[in-house]
Nanobody, 124 residues
Framework: QVQLVESGGGLVQAGGSLRLSCAAS????????MGWFRQAPGKEREFVAA????????YYADSVKGRFTISRDNAKNTVYLQMNSLKPEDTAVYFC?????????????????WGQGTQVTVSS
């Protein structure tokens, strides 16, 4: 398993941008699929984006497609979530997740390693 630490959350106005980072420990980071999920108050944790350990495979929730971009730097053991054109409904705690044997499913139970989360608040 890997240890994950998110950073980069904060308060931003609608239409603004933020970049989240997730630093992972462990020598086998490059073998893990990485994902971002979010959870708003009173709601279930939901999938945002994921990226395979190598190759061009990226996946997005329909609600963020075209606005968010997930990327990874295996040399730095870090995955990023660039969030543009933010909306108030993007307000949530954002979690980084990792899974070595990812089956391309996008529910929380399909990722076994989690960070502690970082708060993103978008004001209108």
């Amino acid at each position: 398993q890997v240890q994950l630490v998110e950073s980069g959350g904060g308060l931003v106005q609608a239409g603004g941008s933020l970049r989240l980072s997730c630093a992972a420990s462990g020598r086998t980071f490059s073998s893990y699929a990485m994902g971002w999920f979010r959870q708003a108050p009173g709601k279930e944790r939901e999938f945002v984006a994921a990226i395979r350990w190598s190759g061009p495979g990226t996946y997005y929730a329909d609600s963020v497609k075209g606005r968010f971009t997930i990327s990874r730097d295996n040399a730095k053991n870090t995955v990023y979530l660039q969030m543009n054109s933010l909306k108030p409904e993007d307000t949530a705690v954002y979690f980084c997740a990792a899974e070595r044997f990812w089956n391309s499913a996008t529910t929380p139970k399909d990722f076994r390693s989690w960070g502690q989360g970082t708060q993103v608040t978008v004001s209108s």
